[in-house]
């Protein structure tokens, strides 16, 4: 039992780490939008317009961004494929990717371009003429993110292959090894039974049979003193006087009553010496 709770340890440690590295801000996203800033600066400083803004690049979904601006603009379009290549180039970000500049009046693409590693995907259509004075998006869809965090994964697996270990190791210690709580408390064997005086019971294999006080103390007398006659005025001394009280047959009916708990054991014989006591024999 020891090993499973030193894996249920590991397993916290591995998931705090986990969600450590899972609450760290996409560097990804910052460095694409970083880099679409910067891109947005250099295609305004082109047409030597500096008091336009550049609006928060919003990330529209998984690998897909906007770019935005406060006024209406005019650049050529070779200039923007030119200062996208070189702000994304620069912050070492994926080189495959499409550009579509779209104007906020109708949402009609005005020009759309794709980017590519490989020179035969690459698309960039002819632009010769600056695009007219208006209001435009430009969205950046990459179609491929940088590689994954390869430790962050093998985190991730290592939590999930210790999480079943522990979860079958569980399940076979409660099915085949573990043992009932009592186990580890000292007992007394009685045949087939095991007594624990501390806790009231007896035990046969797999049953346990609770036991009242007085019947826990009078049967801790006769597992003190096997095959051994027990007076009946010592028995009644121990068990009821030094607490005060003793009512009529009382230890006729818990004797009685012992009988029908240790009859399952035949090796076990709780006899009455007549006019004298009782006897807890053992074969």
């Excluded at 818990?254 to 024999?281: F, Q």
Aim: aromatic content about 10%.
């Amino acid at each position: 039992m020891k090993y499973c709770t030193g894996i249920r340890f590991l397993i916290i440690i591995l998931v705090v780490c986990f969600t450590s590295c899972n609450s760290v801000p996409d560097d990804f996203s910052k460095q694409v939008k970083i880099a679409l800033r910067d891109a947005g600066n250099k295609l305004l400083l082109s047409e030597n317009d500096s008091t336009s803004l550049i609006l928060p690049v919003k990330e529209l979904r998984f690998n897909k961004y906007q770019l935005t601006f406060n006024a209406p603009l005019t650049f050529e379009p070779e200039v923007l494929v030119g200062q996208l290549k070189e702000s994304l180039t620069a912050s070492k970000l994926p080189e495959h990717y499409i550009v579509e500049v779209i104007q906020c009046k109708d949402n009609e693409v005005a020009y759309s371009y794709q980017m590519s590693t490989i020179l035969e995907s690459t698309i960039i259509p002819c632009a010769g003429r600056y695009l007219p004075k208006a209001c435009y998006v430009i969205e950046v869809n990459f179609f491929k993110r940088v590689k994954p965090n390869s430790e962050l994964y093998f985190v991730i697996g290592l939590t999930i292959a210790l999480l079943v270990v522990t979860l079958a190791s569980l399940w076979y210690w409660k099915t085949f090894v573990k043992q009932p709580k009592h186990e580890s408390i000292n007992y007394e064997a009685i045949g087939a039974f095991k007594f624990y005086p501390e806790q009231n019971k007896l035990i046969k294999e797999a049953e346990e049979i609770a036991l009242s006080k007085k019947e826990c103390e009078l049967l801790a007398l006769f597992v003190a003193r096997p095959n051994e006659v027990i007076k009946r005025d010592e028995l009644t001394k121990k068990v009821w006087e030094d607490n005060g009280v003793f009512v009529g047959r009382s230890l006729d009916t818990y004797i009685s009553k012992l009988r029908k708990k240790l009859k399952s054991d035949a090796s076990i014989k709780l006899t009455n010496v007549h006019g004298v006591g009782y006897k807890l024999e053992i074969l």
